[in-house]
C-alpha cells in the first residue's frame, strides 16, 4: 500500500516565478491538507481540500492556491515567489469521518529554494 | 487559538541514556495529540498519539501519556539508540477537520 507520494523532490525557481507542486494521498484517504515548514521550524498549516473545496485555510496570503481532482490527489500553487517562500512543502492525508481517531499521514515533502 | 510549546533542543545523549522531551500545549475543547519524527532529509512520520485524557501512546519503545490537569505530553523513552537522532515534533489537532497545530521541534542527537 502506498503512502503518501509527493512531486517533485527538488524544485529551485526565482523571484516572481509560479510553481505547482503535486501530491497523490495514502489510498482509502479522501482529504488532502498542505503545509509549509521553514528551516529550523515547525510545519504551518496553509489549507486542507475536501470533495475538491478548500475547505479550511491558515494565515497564508492569496498566491498561495490549491486544487483537488476527483481522484483525491492535490496540487499546490504558489505565485510571485517571494525569497521567503523557500521551504519544505509538505503533504498530508487522512480520512474525513472521526477526526478524533484518524491521523494524518505525511508525505517525504518537496524542497522549494527561490533564488 | 491553539499552541504547542516543546522544550528547544538540541538535546544529546549517550546511546541508553534516559529520554525525556517536554511538550504543553494550549487549545479549545479536547484535542488529540501526537508526537512526530524527523528523520534528517525525510518527510514526517507518526511516532505515537493519544486521543482522550490519560491514554497513553506507546510504539518503538517511545511512550507518552495524555495529562488534561497540565495540559502535558511529555515524550519519554527508557534506552535511547543512534538510530533515534532525529528531530521530535509534539502537535495537536483539535476544533475538527484534523487541522494540526505544530510545536517548533526538538533535535535529539544521541552519541555512541
Known amino acids: 500500500d502506498a503512502g503518501v507520494t509527493q512531486s517533485p523532490t527538488h524544485l529551485i525557481k526565482t523571484r516572481g516565478q509560479q510553481v505547482t507542486l503535486r501530491c497523490s494521498p495514502k489510498s482509502g484517504h479522501d482529504t488532502v491538507s498542505w503545509y509549509q515548514q521553514a528551516l529550523g521550524q515547525g510545519p504551518q498549516f496553509i489549507f486542507q481540500?475536501?470533495?475538491?473545496?478548500?475547505?479550511q485555510r491558515g494565515n497564508f496570503p492569496d498566491r498561495f492556491s490549491g486544487h483537488q481532482f476527483p481522484n483525491y490527489s492535490s496540487e499546490l500553487n504558489v505565485n510571485a515567489l517571494l525569497l521567503g517562500d523557500s521551504a519544505l512543502y509538505l503533504c498530508?492525508?487522512?480520512?474525513?469521518?472521526?477526526?478524533?481517531?484518524?491521523?494524518?499521514?505525511f508525505g517525504p515533502g518537496t524542497r522549494l529554494t527561490v533564488l | 487559538g491553539n499552541s504547542v510549546t516543546q522544550m528547544e533542543g538540541p538535546v544529546t545523549l549517550s546511546e541508553e541514556a534516559f529520554l525525556t522531551i517536554n511538550c504543553t500545549y494550549t487549545?479549545?475543547?479536547?484535542?488529540?495529540l501526537f508526537w512526530y519524527v524527523q528523520y534528517p532529509g525525510e518527510g514526517l512520520q507518526l511516532l505515537l498519539k493519544a486521543t482522550k485524557a490519560d491514554d497513553k501512546g506507546s510504539n518503538k519503545g517511545f511512550e507518552a501519556t495524555y495529562r488534561k490537569e497540565t495540559t502535558s505530553f511529555h515524550l519519554e523513552k527508557g534506552s535511547v539508540q543512534v538510530s533515534d537522532s532525529a528531530v521530535y515534533f509534539c502537535a495537536l489537532s483539535s476544533g475538527g477537520y484534523q487541522k494540526v497545530t505544530f510545536g517548533i521541534g526538538t533535535k535529539l542527537q544521541v552519541i555512541p
Open positions: 498530508a492525508s487522512s480520512r474525513t469521518g472521526n477526526e478524533r481517531t484518524d491521523t494524518q499521514y
Open positions: 487549545a479549545t475543547g479536547y484535542p488529540s
Open positions: 481540500y475536501y470533495e475538491e473545496e478548500e475547505r
